[in-house]
């Protein structure tokens, strides 16, 4: 049980060094080619008061209590059921919860999350993410793969 929740407290830190780095060293708006030649992944300094796909912009307050009350119902149900749930599974749920406070942390000390990640070919982006999102996307797949493949369910933590 100590790994997985060490694994979110890590990657939370990584979330917040990486916001940070980009807060300082690239400016609001613009963006850094990481590939010179090839506008396929760029690092772009850009703020988000909604969640993902730019939806809900503009409502922080609201999505921060949100996003407090899921974080809080997640960490009292694997406390609660934290000698029943497969090991796999609380990995999954504390790649969300790791996630989920990073953005938090954004929305409560920043106004709004910092993303940076940005990928597409010329015109043709993906919505910009950071690590944070990434943990909570990752850690959705693995729940969702969770459900469908009973085979994780064998090993407790």
């Not at 749930?85 to 990995?91: E, I, T």
């Amino acid at each position: 049980m100590k790994k997985p929740v060490i694994l979110a407290g890590i990657l939370f830190i990584a979330d917040q060094i990486t916001k940070i780095l980009i807060s300082v060293f690239v400016a609001y708006g613009s963006s850094i080619k990481v590939i010179p030649f090839f506008d396929f992944f760029n690092i772009t300094n850009i703020r988000n008061t909604g969640v993902a796909f730019s939806f809900f912009q503009g409502r922080n307050f609201l999505l921060s209590i949100f996003t407090a009350a899921i974080l809080l119902f997640f960490c009292v149900w694997l406390y609660k059921n934290r000698n029943g749930v497969a090991k796999f599974q609380f990995y999954a749920f504390c790649l969300v919860i790791s996630g989920g406070l990073g953005n938090l942390a954004d929305r409560i000390f920043r106004g709004a999350v910092v993303d940076f990640l940005d990928f597409g070919i010329n015109s043709l982006r993906w919505p910009s993410f950071n690590v944070a999102d990434s943990c909570v996307c990752i850690g959705v797949s693995l729940v969702i793969i969770d459900m469908i493949n009973p085979v994780f369910k064998r090993k407790k933590v």
